[in-house]
């Protein structure tokens, strides 16, 4: 009884710390999510077949198992062989549809990840509705509410920390989209971002949290990583305004983003980003990590740590672009928001090719 009292309490300082920071909604797991994710473990994705959170994925092999011969498995793991449907292509589906698997506007018109398209989106929601009702996928999400009720508890120690505050100081300028934590638990341990615009505009950002450590119980350990999940949280939602900067001054920063992306498309390839401009949104928002953990007063071991990993993923430019991000920060009363320094921000570019180029010859 204790407990479930406590537990009371802690969920009510949840709700309390959301309404206090109302772009955040509270971190939860979402049938959604979880529906997609079983599917395309059972389609066999490598990415959805972790094991990690072996408490939960043992239920949904025991549950599931039986059906990897329905259709839309099948159908998924044509998607993934043909169209390269994977990753967080799953993920931007699963934020399209509603509770009742319903699209939530036009899919040839909308946000959704343009690996799908409308013929293919459309066929899959009506196989998943087979799927939802033949596995008796609705029972398997009641019989395991309790677990979902303490993963979300489990994650209070990070949600707890972040301040998405800075976003508005940083970039100077205030979101108007909804923040969305998800704590996607049958994703394995791999984390993704996705977003969803509605008809009038009006748009959803969301970062999809996997499962990492557990502990002795085998339930979900958030702090035992803490500062990985963190720093995950704070990366998915730099997104949210990077991203559209980078596609308003595309063209400043096309020549050396291109001039990059030949020299480093073989490591880049690699880790499944096959553009300049993608490239170039991820440096600016793994930069702007370290800037949040910066002005956060992190420990230095552990930046330096951040760093290493960068440079490690051919991100050669990292250092030299925080800095500029430090000079910017360091002339706001010239530059009141990020989107104004954009043309200084291009112009360290230049440099920044040469660095690519030299430290790739040595």
Sequence with gaps: MRKIVVLFFIT???HV?????RIVRDPKVDKRVELLSIVFRLAGNHEYNDKQFKLYTDKIEQHFSPYKKHELIKFAEK???EKGISYDAVMSLAVHIDENLNPRTEFEESSLDNRWNKDDAIKFVALLKSFYKETKFEEFYKDNEQMYHEVVISFLPVFDRFDVDWYTSFYGEKPSEKFIIILAIG???SNYGAFFQDDENEREIYAFLGAGSTDNSGMIDYEAEINAYYSTLVHEFNHSFVNPLLEKHK?????????IYKILENEFSSQAYGSWEIILNEALVRASVVKYLIDHDFEKTMIEGLYYYELDNSFLWIRNLVDELEKYDSQR???PTLDSYMEKLAEAYNSFAKIVE???QN
Excluded: C, P
């Design 358 to 360: 030299q430290l790739n």
């Design 12 to 14: 009510l300082s949840l």
């Design 333 to 335: 009363n010239i530059y």
């Design 79 to 81: 998607l993934r062989n």
């Design 251 to 259: 063209e400043l920063f096309r020549v050396n983003g291109e001039k």
């Design 187 to 189: 994703n394995g341990s």
């Design 17 to 21: 710390f959301s309404q206090e920071n």
